[in-house]
Each structure stands twice: as C-alpha cells, then as structure tokens.
C-alpha cells in the first residue's frame, strides 16, 4: 500500500504561481510513475502531467510551458510548479502513484485562480 498526501493548494490571481507538493509512503518501488490530475466542477478528471523514476515528464497540452513537474525520490515527493495561473486551472488536483500496475490517489487539494 502506498498513502499519498498532498499540500500547497490555495487561492491565487490570475497569472500568479502555486507549488503543490506530494508525499508518498508505505511500500514505494524504486520502478514508478507519479503525476498530478486535476478535476474541475462539473467536469471529469483530466491528466495534468507525470514523472517517471527516470525522469521522463509528460505534460497535457493546456499547462505546458506554464507548469513543471519534479521528483525528490529521497523525500518521495513529487512537486508541481504552476505559473502564469489561468481561471480556468481551478480545479481540485490529486496525486496520482502507479507501481506495478496498482494505482494510488491522493485526496486532493484545491487550486482557486480569480480572475
């Protein structure tokens, strides 16, 4: 089992920046993906971006350029850099674990952009 617990979400101007950060514990693989996701109302949830344990990152098409993706595999912590903040990036945002083909979610954080 791996437990994810995620921090850094908050109420932010449009065009302002936020750090989420998620820390994972339990039985952690040196072999895994962590990434973030993210739901608005009303909506489903969407793929933000992922990291793997060798590094490679992958970013959806809406926050590229904007938001960063980065792991500490000594904290195992996974982090995500969000910049130039739109209105439309409100959403709850979950950490997402993937080790074996078992999948671990976060309990969410909310991310708020006024414009």
């Known amino acids: 089992q791996v437990q994810l617990v995620e921090s850094g979400g908050g109420l932010v101007q449009a065009g302002g920046s936020l750090g989420l950060s998620c820390a994972a514990s339990g039985s952690i693989l040196s072999s895994n993906v962590m990434g973030w996701y993210r739901q608005a109302p009303g909506k489903q949830r969407e793929f933000v971006a992922t990291?793997?344990?060798?590094?490679?990152?992958t970013y959806a098409d809406s926050v590229k350029g904007r938001f960063s993706i980065s792991r500490d595999d000594a904290k195992n912590t996974v982090y995500l850099q969000m910049n130039s903040l739109k209105p439309e990036d409100t959403a709850v945002y979950y950490c997402?674990?993937?080790?074996?083909?078992?999948?671990?979610w976060g309990q969410g954080t909310q991310v708020t952009v006024s414009s």
């Open positions: 990291i793997t344990s060798g590094g490679t990152t």
């Open positions: 997402r674990h993937i080790q074996q083909g078992y999948n671990y």
